[in-house]
Nanobody, 124 residues
Framework: QVHLVERGGGTVQPGESLRLSCEVSGRTIVRSAMAWFRRAPGREREFVAFISRLSRTIFYTDSVRGRFTISRNNDFGTMSLQMNHLNPEDTGVYYC?????????????????WGQGIQVTVSS
């Protein structure tokens, strides 16, 4: 059984940083693309960042580009999201997601496995 577990959330002030991690068990990630999504209060889940299986293709939603950095370590079955210059609009539950293939996509329906989510709150 495949499990994804997110870690690293919390409450920070505007301008501060957080690093999220996602650990995958029950399946190798080396053949699979991965992504981060988030759900802000009262809003639909939205795409945040994508990374292909060998990290050759990476892209972000416009609102986080230049502030967030996605990375992965296939040997350890992990993915990370470094979030800098956080602002209140970044508040939400963050989810890591794993595809069964390597195709590039920002559509949530294309991801077969999901973590339970972790809260990130940016507030002064």
């Amino acid at each position: 059984q495949v499990h994804l577990v997110e870690r690293g959330g919390g409450t920070v002030q505007p301008g501060e940083s957080l690093r999220l991690s996602c650990e995958v068990s029950g399946r190798t990630i080396v053949r699979s693309a991965m992504a981060w999504f988030r759900r802000a209060p009262g809003r639909e889940r939205e795409f945040v960042a994508f990374i292909s299986r060998l990290s050759r293709t990476i892209f972000y939603t416009d609102s986080v580009r230049g502030r967030f950095t996605i990375s992965r370590n296939n040997d350890f079955g992990t993915m990370s999201l470094q979030m800098n210059h956080l602002n209140p609009e970044d508040t939400g539950v963050y989810y890591c997601a794993l595809r069964e293939s390597n195709g590039a996509t920002s559509q949530a329906d294309d991801y077969a496995y999901w973590g339970q989510g972790i809260q990130v709150t940016v507030s002064s």
